[in-house]
């Protein structure tokens, strides 16, 4: 299905932000669209594989964009010392003023994977989007649409979301001529893997099996990715034998639950990435909980919406591979512990626009069993409290925030919390 430059231009208008998922055509059109136009700015930057935090991309990007024309005026003098909120406003302030104050400009962040999307990045961007002038856009190219701080810019109807359903999907059952034997891989509790309905049960050891897991999680990577991730210490040549031999070692798990002596390969090489083979037909959990979130974002009606966020939170049935603990283990499945709290969090608000105020309270109480130091939510539930006149339930829930920050940050609650509470005690 192809796409006009007029429906592009419809969806980004009067967007703040726009995320691109990278394995679609309108990364090109989008391209294009503002190359081709005169009157509108287009500053492209590409994060290297190196630049592994905040700081280190903004200065890379800061030393590109200064070589066309003098750009970051504002942004360089904050990258040494200034938080990430100063960052995000400089940045802001530099865009707003690039090409005079009555053009358009977007600056398009390409590769955007390999950026830590951490809380420095968070606070970065909710600046940034926060001071960006009316004719100033930020793109973003990247798998991760679901991320915070995505979710809520595209909730709050300041960011647009393209791409997703043209997406290339290798995880979704379909119909088709030649039977293709059929991988099921579950990777949300302990982890198991099914090759026609037949459980792999001896991995020959735990590297074939983590190995494993990684390339269904990671879809596209490098040689250099995955030697940095499973083999640090070792030299190129002995990463090489270990990795090929693990490799093998995979396959013969999958073709030993195949009778037909085939040789059926999890991946393939291509253009320097390792990809998902064509010779087996996958379904992943993880890819299935990512996609019900990115259709809850886009969704046109709530009655969508609630669709969608129910199938998240369902195939969410424990954290992700809990028995490993590599670090990139680690961070998969605080990502995913994170997503999983912004569907409840979804969820909660959502039977909240219906009125249904009792069941938004039980997604937000679980929310807060995930995270319990978010103080808007702990608003949420003290509201609702009150609302339903439960005024007893409301201060103690009060109590509990209070004691939290005290105990873990030593804090007291925010002064609109304060206020909330005011109010809840004027009713006892």
Not at 28 to 49: E, P, V
Not at 105 to 129: G, H, N, S
Not at 402 to 420: A, F, N
Request: hydrophobic share 40%.
């Amino acid at each position: 299905m192809k796409v006009s430059d007029q429906d592009f231009q419809q969806k980004i208008v009067g967007k703040k932000v726009i995320l691109l998922y990278p394995w679609i055509s309108y990364r090109n059109l989008f391209l294009t669209h503002f190359l081709s136009s005169a009157d509108k700015g287009l500053l492209y930057y590409r994060i290297k594989q190196d630049e592994t935090n905040l700081k280190s991309w903004l200065t890379d990007l800061a030393d590109e964009l200064d070589q066309l024309q003098p750009f970051s005026t504002q942004l360089r003098p904050t990258l040494e010392k200034g938080s990430p909120e100063a960052m995000g406003e400089a940045l802001a302030t530099d865009l707003s003023h690039y090409n005079g104050n009555s053009h358009q400009v977007v600056l398009f962040i390409d590769e955007f994977d390999r950026a830590p999307m951490d809380d420095d990045f968070t606070r970065f961007i909710r600046a940034a989007v926060a001071n960006l002038g009316d004719h100033a856009q930020l793109a973003f190219s990247s798998r991760r649409l679901t991320y915070q701080p995505w979710y809520d810019m595209v909730a709050n109807g300041e960011a647009a979301v393209l791409g997703t359903e043209y997406r290339k999907d290798d995880v979704m059952f379909t119909v088709e001529e030649n039977v293709r034997p059929t991988l099921e891989v579950y990777s949300l509790g302990r982890g198991y893997a099914l090759v026609n309905g037949k459980m792999i049960t001896n991995w020959d050891g735990a590297l074939p099996r983590n190995l494993f897991f990684y390339f269904m999680d990671h879809p596209l990577v490098t040689r250099d990715e995955i030697f940095a991730t499973f083999w640090p210490d070792l030299t190129i040549k002995e990463a090489t034998n270990v990795f090929h031999v693990t490799k093998r070692k995979i396959s013969e798990r999958i073709s030993m639950k195949v009778d037909d002596n085939a040789n059926y390969e999890l991946t393939s090489y291509s253009g320097g990435f390792y990809m998902p083979s064509d010779k087996v037909f996958r379904h992943y959990d993880v890819a299935d909980f990512q996609d019900a979130l990115e259709q809850a974002m886009i969704a046109s009606s709530d009655d969508r919406e609630d669709e969608m966020l129910t199938r998240a939170i369902d195939l969410y049935r424990a954290p992700f591979l809990l028995t490993v603990e590599m670090d990139w283990v680690q961070e998969r499945r605080e990502s995913l512990r994170q997503l999983y709290t912004q569907a409840l969090i979804s969820m909660g608000r959502l039977n909240k626009r219906k009125k249904d105020l009792r069941k938004a309270l039980g997604f937000f109480l679980r929310a807060l069993r995930e995270i319990p130091e978010r103080e808007d939510i702990h608003r949420e539930v003290m509201t609702i409290y009150l609302n339903l006149e439960m005024i007893d339930d409301a201060i103690n829930q009060y109590q509990t925030l209070d004691k939290m920050l005290h105990d873990t940050l030593d804090i007291g609650p925010s002064r609109e919390t304060r206020e909330l509470f005011d109010l809840v005690k004027a009713r006892k």
